[in-house]
């Protein structure tokens, strides 16, 4: 497993896994400290984070810079997940978002992440953001592997 990367069952939440990423101050973990995981199907990984007023823009939703830290966040153990692969390191080189509608504090918001193709060197991956039943945004990414 990459360092600052660790998962296990969650306690509070059956046939969920807690994931914290990164160590303590650094931004991953700053910003989401607690995200959920588990597989939909062998191909589709849900990845839940919480939010609340610390995720708020100046309307009262949640920022969309948080949205786009969420998705970039939650590609990356949606992968490990999809492929098994729990050495694998990434890092995103391309990540195309298309908000839909306000994320808010009321409800869990959820990245439902499939991967599409993994070659040598590359993890493709879409997915879509949910609250309740509404989509927030949908978004496709590229993710190349190092080390």
């Not at 919480?50 to 969309?64: I, Y």
């Not at 830290?69 to 080189?93: K, R, S, W």
């Not at 070659?119 to 990414?141: E, H, S």
Request: contains cysteine.
């Amino acid at each position: 497993m990459t360092k600052g990367v660790s998962f296990a069952p969650s306690d509070e939440y059956p046939g969920w896994t807690d994931w914290i990423i990164g160590e303590r101050g650094e931004f991953n973990r700053h910003v989401f400290g607690h995200m959920l995981s588990r597989l939909d199907d062998p191909a589709t990984a849900r990845i839940r984070i919480f939010p609340d007023q610390t995720h708020a823009n100046n309307n009262g939703v949640v920022h969309g810079g948080a949205i786009l830290a969420l998705i970039d966040m939650a590609i990356y153990p949606a992968t490990i997940l999809i492929t098994g692969n729990t050495d694998l390191n990434v890092v995103t080189v391309d990540l195309h978002t298309q908000f839909i509608t306000p994320g808010g504090f009321s409800a869990p918001i959820d990245a439902v992440i499939t991967l599409t193709q993994e070659t040598g060197r590359m993890c493709f991956t879409r997915g879509t953001l949910l609250q309740d039943d509404k989509v927030i945004a949908t978004f496709n990414a590229l993710q190349r592997k190092i080390g």
